[in-house]
């Protein structure tokens, strides 16, 4: 199986033998045997559910196996024991950027370990702390004295939380690095670095575990690609091999039809206008968007996307400006006014902006009709059960029960769930921030396909997103953000690549001349 | 917006890296010593609880005669080394994200258990005190045991500790104080060092060594860890149920030797003191800028918060407040200080997180 990929003679860092996970009778990993070998970024692809993140927890410690033997350096690997893990030099940046928000940028840094120059191993040494973390940083471009060591985390954006604990892995000096999406939250100068990163340490001889939705990353960071689905091992590619089409076909395991391309907007009437609409760290901002039209919103991390968004559905005041919406003047106070003029929002953080995680499908798509569901103020639960299950199934839902905990969803499912709810609320504008964030390749078509059906039906969307191909498949128009403005309204067939990087990453403001690879504007506040 | 990556800067540039190249010597001066003083200390969290103690003090000191007389002062002190140790305790728990209702229920049992074992099982005081502090940590590692491998909320299992140390101080001594206990007890509680009375030394004693702990040693600063983002000290290697488990021991130990310092206070066991203390202890540690939800407060500011409870309350007595008032007014002063500290997190931007 890993001929073509084992040069004989070549290091082997981390093996893996009949490793395996069961989640009551499902096996959600079952790995007869697979190496890892210094000097090799490995890919790893698969849909949610898949299995990845279970390789991945088992690797780190976070997941108990249940049983199989994992070898790092030819030492056995204990289970179930992150600290186990640490010792024998495996390092993982999680998705979930498990920082603690209360504690300084330099104590999160060097969480769980003391500094290597430290002159005592019970008491703190506060310089050699602040020494090692502003070396941390620095070793992975990051200037201490920018971020400030001090800072709590959570008074950070997350873009920049993410790098901390990108840096807090790297600053263990791993044999074999875990980065699990870690460039899902970052702009594409962030992400360059990041997939710098794990060249660096190949390089060195170390090893590194690359999990990724976006396969053209995935592809070339990747000295090798190996394939999940359903827990097992079913492709393990050369980069040559790995095709995009070969990589989604053994993810899905079968043909997969291509994006549907989108019937342009009919000559509808202009629904939201914004006239010079500032607000904290943005603007001013002119923009027209009509009736069913798919607008995206381009532009690098900070350049005021969310802000946009959030902005016109009120969950951020705006400051200066007009907006009017299907004609009639709109000036939200609160996200509360928003909804009530037919504004659907749909956050970039599921989990923490969208869903009570352990509560019931039903109780979680319902939440946001339950004043039409209730008579006389009353809720029935049977009527909410009934009315979660039809919202549930409208967006294709897949699920044992509507009573089942939402968390206990794929992210696919879940996004799925969301769209449901704010389609039961029959709203005219429907505005998305990262909509297909962490989900797999699968879902994302059929997500892709409810926001065709918004529009479709009349709804106006607006999308923003960091991935360029989807904004490139979704939108009929696509807006290149820049600090806080509106830089470029392309068109579709206009809004290439190049066009929409150009835009967005050019530092003069609205001048695009700047070629593409040489920006490197982000420090300044957007 | 954000401090972002320089990609051409992977090896660090001088550009971006630290502005004084060795980074062994950089940034520890530099970095700290540049807010001013006075507006460090206000946007720290204990701001709010010390001004509030100086401003309390001074108001009912000037109205009160006797309120800053040494006596009443010595008063103050020995009060404080129940609520003000009791606090720490709390505080402790409170810190990993979960709560100890049994802090006071457990202290008046401590006493009742010091007393028998010394009046009743003729042991010598000494010994009755190491035994009595002993049980109480076991209790507390029972706490720490059924939280962190059984997953038991701390509220539900420290709440079956409440009743059962409340009842069994009550059955231990069919409901009559125990008297005759040897005078090693209020010998204890009795003395003074310079005017201080040695129990608000234990006081100092105690907020100095947990202090210490929490902010200077590594398994303190992994219990912050813990508290703020379990799943993160988790996964950072971190022994999580170790550093729960251990708050819980300490703080039952704690609660232990307030038992024995009030039975020496009082030169009598009383089955009838301590259970509704601990609701004091947590509103100390709230008001000090403890989060009920962890990781989040310092001890130095509980001890402030004990002190201005205990301010507050034995200042209504100088000022002779009728006592059916005396709690409401305590009420008020706690949800004025609650809102104070929200004001301020706000004007220091810490408050949304």
């Given at each position: 199986?890993?001929?073509?990929?084992?040069?004989?003679?070549?290091?082997?860092?981390?093996?893996?033998?009949?490793?395996?996970?069961?989640?009551?009778?499902?096996?959600?990993?079952?790995?007869?045997?697979?190496?890892?070998?210094?000097?090799?970024?490995?890919?790893?692809?698969?849909?949610?559910?898949?299995?990845?993140?279970?390789?991945?927890?088992?690797?780190?410690?976070?997941?108990?196996?249940?049983?199989?033997?994992?070898?790092?350096?030819?030492?056995?690997?204990?289970?179930?024991?992150?600290?186990?893990?640490?010792?024998?030099g495996i390092a993982m940046v999680s998705q979930e950027f498990p920082l603690v928000g209360q504690l300084s940028v330099a104590e999160n840094l060097l969480l769980g370990r003391r500094p290597d120059k430290a002159r005592s191993s019970w008491f703190v040494d506060r310089r050699a702390q602040q020494a090692e973390a502003a070396a941390m940083l620095a070793d992975i471009g990051l200037s201490a004295g920018r971020i400030g060591l001090d800072r709590d985390v959570r008074s950070l954006p997350v873009p920049t939380r993410q790098m901390i604990e990108i840096a807090k892995a790297w600053g263990r000096k791993p044999r074999l690095l875990i980065l699990d999406e870690p460039t899902s939250s970052l702009g594409p100068v962030e992400a360059e670095t990041v997939l710098g990163l794990a060249r660096r340490l190949a390089e060195r001889g170390g090893a590194v575990l690359f999990i990724g939705h976006r396969l053209d990353e995935v592809r070339e960071v990747s000295d090798r690609v190996?394939?999940?689905?359903?827990?097992?091992?079913?492709?393990?590619?050369?980069?040559?091999?790995?095709?995009?089409?070969?990589?989604?076909?053994?993810?899905?395991?079968?043909?997969?039809?291509?994006?549907?391309?989108?019937?342009?907007?009919?000559?509808?009437?202009?629904?939201?206008?914004?006239?010079?609409?500032?607000?904290?760290?943005?603007?001013?901002?002119?923009?027209?968007?009509?009736?069913?039209?798919?607008?995206?919103?381009a532009g690098l991390m900070g350049s005021g996307r969310s802000r946009l968004i959030h902005t016109i559905a009120g969950a951020q005041p705006a400051t200066g400006g007009s907006m009017t919406l299907h004609g009639a003047r709109h000036a939200p106070r609160s996200a509360q006014d928003g909804v009530n003029a037919g504004i659907a929002l749909i956050p970039e953080d599921r989990k923490e902006q969208s869903?009570?995680?352990?509560?019931?499908?039903?109780?979680?798509?319902?939440?946001?009709?339950?004043?039409?569901?209730?008579?006389?103020?009353?809720?029935?639960?049977?009527?909410?059960?009934?009315?979660?299950?039809?919202?549930?199934?409208?967006?294709?839902?897949?699920?044992?029960?509507?009573?089942?905990?939402?968390?206990?969803?794929?992210?696919g499912n879940q996004q799925r769930a969301i769209f449901g709810r704010a389609f039961a609320t029959n709203p005219r504008l429907l505005l998305l921030d990262e909509p297909t964030r962490g989900v797999d390749v699968g879902a994302k078509a059929e997500i892709y396909g409810l926001i065709d059906r918004a529009a479709a039906e009349g709804m106006t969307v607006i999308a923003a997103s960091s991935e360029l191909e989807e904004l490139q498949l979704i939108s009929h128009r696509v807006a290149v953000m820049n600090h806080g403005r509106v830089v470029a309204v392309l068109e579709r067939n206009a809004a290439t690549k190049e066009a929409i990087m150009t835009a967005a990453a050019s530092t003069s403001l609205p001048a695009p001349t700047a070629p593409a690879s040489e920006f490197t504007p982000l420090g300044e506040p957007a | 917006m954000t401090a972002a990556p320089n990609p051409t800067a992977t090896p660090p540039s001088p550009a971006t890296s630290l502005p004084s190249p060795p980074p062994a010597a950089a940034s520890a001066p530099s970095g700290r010593a540049n807010p001013s003083l006075l507006h460090r200390f206000a946007a720290s969290p204990e701001a709010g609880v010390g001004v509030a103690c100086v401003v309390v003090f001074a108001i009912i000191a000037f109205a009160a005669p006797t309120y800053a007389t040494p006596g009443n002062l010595q008063v103050m002190g020995r009060d404080l080394s129940q609520l003000g140790i009791l606090s720490v305790a709390e505080a402790l728990v409170i810190?990993?994200?979960?709560?100890?209702?049994?802090?006071?229920?457990?202290?008046?049992?401590?006493?009742?258990?010091?007393?028998?074992?010394?009046?009743?099982?003729?042991?010598?005081?000494?010994?009755?005190?190491?035994?009595?502090?002993?049980?109480?940590?076991?209790?507390?590692?029972?706490?720490?045991?059924?939280?962190?491998?059984?997953?038991?909320?701390?509220?539900?299992?420290?709440?079956?500790?409440?009743?059962?140390?409340?009842?069994?101080?009550?059955?231990?001594?069919?409901?009559?104080?125990?008297?005759?206990?040897?005078?090693?007890?209020?010998?204890?509680?009795?003395?003074?060092?310079?005017?201080?009375?040695?129990?608000?030394?234990?006081f100092i004693a105690v907020v100095l060594i947990a202090w210490f702990v929490l902010e200077r040693t590594y398994a303190g600063r992994q219990i912050y860890a813990v508290g703020g983002n379990r799943e993160a000290a988790r996964l950072a290697g971190i022994p999580t149920r170790r550093r729960i488990f251990s708050m819980y021991v300490a703080a039952s130990a704690i609660s232990g030797l307030v038992g024995i310092l009030v039975i020496g206070r009082m030169n009598v066991a009383d089955p009838?003191?301590?259970?509704?203390?601990?609701?004091?202890?947590?509103?100390?540690?709230?008001?000090?800028?403890?989060?009920?939800?962890?990781?989040?407060?310092?001890?130095?500011?509980?001890?402030?918060?004990?002190?201005?409870?205990?301010?507050?309350?034995?200042?209504?007595l100088a000022l002779h407040v009728s006592p059916y008032f005396q709690q409401v007014v305590q009420g008020a002063v706690l949800g004025v200080a609650i809102l104070l500290d929200r004001v301020r997190a706000r004007y220091f931007g810490r408050g949304k997180g």
């Amino acid at each position: 199986m890993t001929d073509h990929t084992a040069p004989s003679g070549r290091a082997t860092i981390a093996r893996l033998e009949g490793v395996y996970k069961e989640y009551g009778p499902v096996r959600v990993l079952d790995l007869p045997e697979l190496e890892l070998f210094a000097g090799q970024v490995v890919g790893v692809v698969g849909e949610n559910g898949a299995g990845k993140s279970t390789l991945m927890g088992t690797l780190s410690g976070a997941v108990h196996r249940d049983g199989g033997e994992i070898t790092i350096d030819g030492t056995s690997l204990a289970p179930g024991s992150t600290e186990a893990a640490q010792r024998l030099g495996i390092a993982m940046v999680s998705q979930e950027f498990p920082l603690v928000g209360q504690l300084s940028v330099a104590e999160n840094l060097l969480l769980g370990r003391r500094p290597d120059k430290a002159r005592s191993s019970w008491f703190v040494d506060r310089r050699a702390q602040q020494a090692e973390a502003a070396a941390m940083l620095a070793d992975i471009g990051l200037s201490a004295g920018r971020i400030g060591l001090d800072r709590d985390v959570r008074s950070l954006p997350v873009p920049t939380r993410q790098m901390i604990e990108i840096a807090k892995a790297w600053g263990r000096k791993p044999r074999l690095l875990i980065l699990d999406e870690p460039t899902s939250s970052l702009g594409p100068v962030e992400a360059e670095t990041v997939l710098g990163l794990a060249r660096r340490l190949a390089e060195r001889g170390g090893a590194v575990l690359f999990i990724g939705h976006r396969l053209d990353e995935v592809r070339e960071v990747s000295d090798r690609v190996i394939v999940l689905r359903n827990g097992r091992l079913v492709a393990d590619l050369s980069p040559r091999e790995a095709t995009e089409v070969r990589l989604i076909k053994e993810m899905v395991g079968g043909e997969l039809e291509q994006g549907t391309p989108k019937a342009p907007p009919a000559d509808a009437p202009v629904f939201l206008r914004l006239d010079g609409v500032t607000a904290d760290g943005l603007g001013p901002v002119d923009l027209e968007v009509k009736e069913g039209e798919i607008l995206g919103i381009a532009g690098l991390m900070g350049s005021g996307r969310s802000r946009l968004i959030h902005t016109i559905a009120g969950a951020q005041p705006a400051t200066g400006g007009s907006m009017t919406l299907h004609g009639a003047r709109h000036a939200p106070r609160s996200a509360q006014d928003g909804v009530n003029a037919g504004i659907a929002l749909i956050p970039e953080d599921r989990k923490e902006q969208s869903l009570v995680l352990f509560a019931s499908i039903a109780s979680n798509v319902t939440v946001s009709i339950l004043r039409t569901l209730s008579r006389f103020g009353m809720l029935v639960p049977r009527a909410q059960r009934t009315a979660g299950a039809k919202i549930a199934r409208d967006v294709n839902v897949r699920m044992q029960s509507v009573d089942q905990p939402i968390g206990s969803l794929s992210g696919g499912n879940q996004q799925r769930a969301i769209f449901g709810r704010a389609f039961a609320t029959n709203p005219r504008l429907l505005l998305l921030d990262e909509p297909t964030r962490g989900v797999d390749v699968g879902a994302k078509a059929e997500i892709y396909g409810l926001i065709d059906r918004a529009a479709a039906e009349g709804m106006t969307v607006i999308a923003a997103s960091s991935e360029l191909e989807e904004l490139q498949l979704i939108s009929h128009r696509v807006a290149v953000m820049n600090h806080g403005r509106v830089v470029a309204v392309l068109e579709r067939n206009a809004a290439t690549k190049e066009a929409i990087m150009t835009a967005a990453a050019s530092t003069s403001l609205p001048a695009p001349t700047a070629p593409a690879s040489e920006f490197t504007p982000l420090g300044e506040p957007a | 917006m954000t401090a972002a990556p320089n990609p051409t800067a992977t090896p660090p540039s001088p550009a971006t890296s630290l502005p004084s190249p060795p980074p062994a010597a950089a940034s520890a001066p530099s970095g700290r010593a540049n807010p001013s003083l006075l507006h460090r200390f206000a946007a720290s969290p204990e701001a709010g609880v010390g001004v509030a103690c100086v401003v309390v003090f001074a108001i009912i000191a000037f109205a009160a005669p006797t309120y800053a007389t040494p006596g009443n002062l010595q008063v103050m002190g020995r009060d404080l080394s129940q609520l003000g140790i009791l606090s720490v305790a709390e505080a402790l728990v409170i810190l990993t994200g979960g709560i100890d209702l049994s802090v006071g229920a457990l202290a008046g049992l401590a006493g009742i258990i010091a007393a028998t074992l010394n009046v009743n099982l003729h042991l010598p005081a000494v010994v009755a005190i190491v035994m009595t502090i002993v049980i109480c940590a076991l209790v507390g590692a029972w706490h720490g045991l059924t939280v962190t491998r059984l997953k038991v909320p701390p509220f539900v299992i420290t709440l079956v500790t409440f009743t059962i140390a409340q009842g069994l101080s009550l059955a231990i001594t069919s409901g009559t104080p125990v008297n005759g206990i040897d005078p090693t007890f209020s010998d204890i509680s009795g003395y003074y060092v310079f005017g201080v009375p040695v129990p608000a030394l234990f006081f100092i004693a105690v907020v100095l060594i947990a202090w210490f702990v929490l902010e200077r040693t590594y398994a303190g600063r992994q219990i912050y860890a813990v508290g703020g983002n379990r799943e993160a000290a988790r996964l950072a290697g971190i022994p999580t149920r170790r550093r729960i488990f251990s708050m819980y021991v300490a703080a039952s130990a704690i609660s232990g030797l307030v038992g024995i310092l009030v039975i020496g206070r009082m030169n009598v066991a009383d089955p009838s003191v301590g259970p509704g203390w601990e609701l004091t202890a947590i509103a100390a540690a709230v008001v000090g800028g403890m989060s009920l939800t962890g990781g989040e407060g310092r001890i130095l500011g509980v001890a402030a918060g004990a002190i201005l409870l205990e301010l507050i309350a034995n200042g209504l007595l100088a000022l002779h407040v009728s006592p059916y008032f005396q709690q409401v007014v305590q009420g008020a002063v706690l949800g004025v200080a609650i809102l104070l500290d929200r004001v301020r997190a706000r004007y220091f931007g810490r408050g949304k997180g």
